[in-house]
């Protein structure tokens, strides 16, 4: 079946970093743009990036340029997310969610970043 | 940048009743605009997208419909498990949710 499934979450100190890896399964990868999207805790969905099919296209909201780096690995079905200079503010769950039709129609479960000291 | 404001943001309603929820566009987003169910502890749940097209798999009592700025989803008659708070999503903006908890 349609799967994503994440991992990497932890604790890490602010100034930190960490790197976030999504699994992909049951469905052709390299023809979706991916994304990542967090709840910071008790809060609403915030898109954080997305990266087109092939890697070309790439793109942050404003509060991680320059902090995140989104890539993927096509021959490994894989997502990942590089987040250096971690700030509390970036505790979060984050999701690894798959585009099509403009929606985010798959979702993973989730990994959980708790950023403090 | 595009900014989603949802009303309410909390519906109390009974079950078997009909919850309507509304969505904002700051401008027009055309009909690319789709709606989620999220549960605690559970990831979001595509339930519409394009305004009005049903996700696999979603059952016929939820319906969306609207263009340019304005959205409504409609829940006909509400299940128990429907409670739970509901997202507008365009592009890469998403609305604070409106919460639909049981009266």
């Known amino acids: 079946q349609v799967e994503l499934v994440e991992s990497g979450g932890t604790l890490v100190k602010p100034g930190g970093s960490l790197r976030l890896s999504c699994a992909a399964s049951?469905?052709?990868?390299?023809?979706?743009?991916m994304s990542w999207v967090r709840q910071a805790p008790g809060k609403g969905l915030e898109w954080v990036s997305y990266i087109g099919s092939s890697g070309d296209s790439i793109y942050y909201t404003d509060s991680v340029k320059g902090r995140f780096t989104i890539s993927r690995d096509n021959a490994r079905n894989s997502l990942d997310l590089q987040m250096s200079s971690l700030r509390v503010e970036d505790t979060a769950v984050y999701y690894c969610?798959?585009?099509?039709?403009?929606?985010?129609?798959?979702w993973g479960q989730g990994t959980m970043v708790i950023v403090s000291s | 940048d595009i900014v989603l404001t949802q009303s309410p943001a909390t519906l109390s309603l009974s079950p078997g009743e009909r919850a309507t929820l509304s969505c904002w566009a700051s401008?027009?987003?055309?009909?690319?605009l789709a709606w989620y169910q999220q549960k605690p502890g559970q990831a979001p749940r595509l339930l519409i997208y394009?305004?009005?097209n049903r996700a696999t798999g979603i059952p016929a009592r939820f319906s969306g419909r609207g263009s340019g700025t304005a959205f409504t989803l409609t829940i006909s008659s509400l299940e128990p498990e429907d409670f739970a708070v509901y997202y507008c999503?365009?592009?890469?903006?998403f609305g604070q949710g409106t919460k639909v908890e049981m009266k």
């Open positions: 969610a798959r585009l099509s039709f403009e929606a985010f129609d798959i």
């Open positions: 401008h027009s987003v055309s009909t690319y």
């Open positions: 999503q365009q592009s890469w903006a």
């Open positions: 049951g469905f052709s990868f390299s023809d979706y743009y």
């Open positions: 394009g305004a009005s």
